[in-house]
């Protein structure tokens, strides 16, 4: 079963400028979450799909940051304009079903953004 | 607010030997579920053993188990016969009650010695 695939695997850009990322889960799963992961913490959730609604997007910096699930699968993360702070890896996670018990998220390799 | 704390920074283990890494967490839900993930230098987040909190008897996946103390709120990870392989990041979370949605911990770096 192939896993969470995503790209690319990094990106360098200049503050101000606009970068996008995509995400393919596992095949048949329901729920797609975008995680941003600062050096030195843990992931820290920005917005969680089911299939291509939105569930939660209230960690989400709305006026720099959207996100897309189109027909359910495949999403991109978009940054525009891009800031200093917003260095950092970006993982993308599936799981199948929502809210259960032990569900486990499989999460991809992730993106790491450098903004200089 | 939803909280999880792990104190240990770094821990350093012998190969073959057994290692706790700490976790503490604040709720004030009666329904939640604890994970702890391992994050090797490649980055992609790997899924360890899980914790419901209804769970009567602790957690075991192999050579990782989870100790859970609800009254201390405490839900450690404790590998047993350590491998080189295991050197990676250590992430406990915590599932928001009736959501998906995961709290991360800063993370503990452990590194396993020849």
């Known amino acids: 079963e192939a896993g969470v695939a995503q790209s690319p695997r990094y990106k360098i850009i200049e503050k101000r400028q606009s970068v996008a990322f995509w995400c393919n889960p596992i095949?048949?799963?329901?729920?797609l979450y975008w995680y941003q992961q600062i050096l030195g913490q843990g992931p820290k959730l920005l917005i969680q799909f089911q299939n291509n609604g939105v569930v939660d997007d209230s960690q989400l910096p709305k006026d720099r940051f959207s996100a897309e699930r189109l027909k359910g699968v495949d999403s991109t993360l978009k940054i525009q304009p891009a800031k200093l702070e917003d260095s950092a890896v970006y993982l993308c996670?599936?799981?199948?079903?929502?809210?259960?018990?032990?569900?486990?998220?499989?999460f991809g390799p992730g993106t790491r953004l450098t903004v200089l | 607010a939803q909280k999880i704390t792990q104190t240990q920074p770094g821990m350093f283990v012998q190969e073959k030997e057994a290692v706790t890494l700490d976790c503490t967490y604040d709720?004030?839900?009666?329904?939640?579920?604890l994970f702890w993930y391992k994050q090797p230098s490649s980055g992609e987040m790997i899924f360890l053993i899980y914790q419901g909190s209804y769970d009567e008897q602790n957690a075991t996946e192999g050579r990782y188990s989870l100790n859970f103390q609800k009254a201390r709120k405490s839900a450690n990870l404790v590998i047993s016969a350590s491998q080189l392989g295991d050197s990676a990041m250590y992430f406990c979370a915590m599932r928001e009650a009736n959501t998906d949605k995961l709290i991360f911990g800063t993370g503990t770096r452990l590194q396993v010695f020849p």
């Open positions: 709720t004030s839900d009666q329904s939640y579920g």
């Open positions: 996670a599936s799981s199948p079903v929502t809210s259960g018990r032990g569900d486990k998220q499989f």
């Open positions: 095949s048949g799963h329901a729920t």
